[in-house]
């Protein structure tokens, strides 16, 4: 005898128990959203007595199965809203945190403060999430995206096709700045900062899923920061203005290091909307 149908409250209950007890975060949300992700379509129309058929129910089960192991919900749908746009992603590719929206805002309003046809640079790119927001943003900047890691270069380059920003938004692979000879008006990153010690007390869904090229950076967290900042001012016009996100933490010794930096002027560090410190800027005197 084969399987059959099920009610949604009951799919979504038995979900829901699975996944509190594999520690997922908001178990009953999470449920649902497996649920609309096995129908195909959100589940807004689906009653509590409304019947799931069997094939949905496998779809379910499977996709309850990766949550359970902590899989992120993005790898497993596929792809991840960033501003007003989606993103692809998957396995090897860092997913945009809402920190890194809020970096994108603030480089979109520098991006409307620069001259005609600007030149912008987007250091360790991922999923390209900041190099196409600000191509989106202003119709004349151009953009080079850099990453060393060859699955993410793939994703990025999959993103800027999708929304048709080639001809805008060049990806490249370098380290950094080491394939990087142009000069920017405008540098975004977000470049690992978590300090090597405390990997291992990250959720699952980070320390198992996301990159750890992506996370680790070096035995204080600055490793790549002091890199970038170190290197930027060749890299940047005159008057060109950098952003970064950096650590909760690590504005004081960020600072310190920025400040004799030379040619890197105008050195700040403001905090995110949850009040932690978390947006470097500077310019190039």
């Not at 129908?39 to 799931?52: C, F, N």
């Not at 069997?54 to 749908?77: D, K, M, N, S, T």
């Not at 070096?218 to 170190?230: M, N, T, V, Y």
């Amino acid at each position: 005898m084969g399987p059959k149908a099920e009610r949604v409250r009951d799919i979504v209950a038995r979900g829901s128990e699975a996944l509190a007890r594999a520690g997922v975060p908001n178990p009953v949300r999470e449920a649902r959203r497996l649920l609309s992700l096995a129908v195909g379509s959100p589940t807004a129309g689906l009653g509590p007595a409304d019947w799931v058929p069997p094939c949905v129910g496998r779809r379910y089960r499977a996709l309850l199965a990766q949550r359970g192991r902590r899989v992120p919900f993005q790898l497993i749908e596929g792809e991840t809203g960033f501003l007003d746009f989606d993103l692809a992603v998957g396995p090897g590719v860092f997913i945009p945190r809402p920190e890194t929206e809020e970096l994108a805002e603030r480089a979109i309003a520098l991006l409307r403060s620069l001259p005609p046809r600007p030149l912008a640079l987007d250091l360790g790119t991922g999923s390209g999430a900041l190099a196409l927001a600000l191509a989106r943003a202003r119709p004349d900047v151009s953009v080079i995206a850099v990453d060393v890691s060859p699955r993410a270069l793939a994703y990025a380059r999959r993103n800027v096709r999708v929304h048709g920003l080639e001809e805008r938004v060049e990806v490249r692979r370098s380290n950094w700045f080491s394939r990087v000879s142009e000069r920017f008006h405008l540098i975004v990153a977000n470049p690992p900062y978590v300090a090597r010690p405390e990997l291992a007390s990250l959720d699952p869904e980070v320390r198992r899923y996301e990159p750890r090229r992506a996370l680790d950076g070096g035995p204080d967290g600055l490793s790549a920061i002091r890199w970038i900042l170190a290197h930027a001012p060749r890299h940047l016009l005159p008057q060109g203005a950098i952003v970064m996100e950096i650590g909760d933490g690590q504005a004081e010794e960020v600072l310190r290091f920025a400040c004799r930096v030379p040619g890197l002027v105008e050195t700040r560090v403001d905090r995110d909307l949850r009040g932690g410190e978390r947006f470097f800027s500077g310019r190039c005197g």
